[in-house]
């Protein structure tokens, strides 16, 4: 089975991780544990309502969060090569 990715000329997960990244700041919080637990569980309330950043997240697939993870990991991997 092949997974396929979409090719978008917009991207609104990056969006939304940005947004999403600056309430969690603003609030306290560790982005990365936040969004991770939210990634794992599905449960929202990782993501703070602070901003409107938990309709935001909730407006993005899961799976698309983590592919935009993903591959801008394996982006930036591939510059430090360079």
Known sequence: MKFSLTKELSNPAREVIWLVCEAL???????VNQIVGYIISGDPTYITSYKNARSLIKRV??????????????ENLKASEE
């Open 25 to 31: 700041k603003d609030k306290g919080y560790d982005p």
């Open 61 to 74: 697939e899961r799976d698309e969060l983590l592919e935009e993870f993903v591959k801008v990991y394996i």
